[in-house]
C-alpha cells in the first residue's frame, strides 16, 4: 500500500488541474460539489483520501465521466 500516497496526490494534481482548466477557484469549486472548501484543499494537496461518493461529486462537478477523471498522464503516476 506503499502507492497510497502516489495515488493521491496524482489524483490531487488532475483535480486541480481540471478545475483551473474550468476558471474556477477552490471555493467555487467545492461549493459546486457540495465539498467543504477546505476539504477540497486537502484532495487537491494529496493528503486527504477521498471517498467514492466524494470522487463522483468531483466528477460531476467537473461535467465528466468518472473514467475520464483518472485518465492520468504517464508523468504523473
Known amino acids: 500500500m506503499e ?28 461549493d459546486k460539489c457540495g465539498i467543504d472548501r477546505t476539504y477540497m484543499s486537502g484532495i487537491e494537496r494529496g493528503v486527504r483520501n ?14 465528466m465521466d468518472l473514467s475520464h477523471l483518472f485518465m492520468f498522464d504517464n508523468d504523473e503516476h
Open 3 to 30: 502507492k497510497t500516497g502516489s495515488i493521491k496526490k496524482t489524483l490531487g494534481n488532475r483535480v486541480r488541474s481540471l478545475r483551473l482548466e474550468l476558471g474556477l477557484s477552490q471555493e467555487a469549486f467545492a
Open 50 to 63: 477521498p471517498t467514492l461518493i466524494v470522487i463522483c461529486a468531483i466528477s460531476d462537478g467537473l461535467g
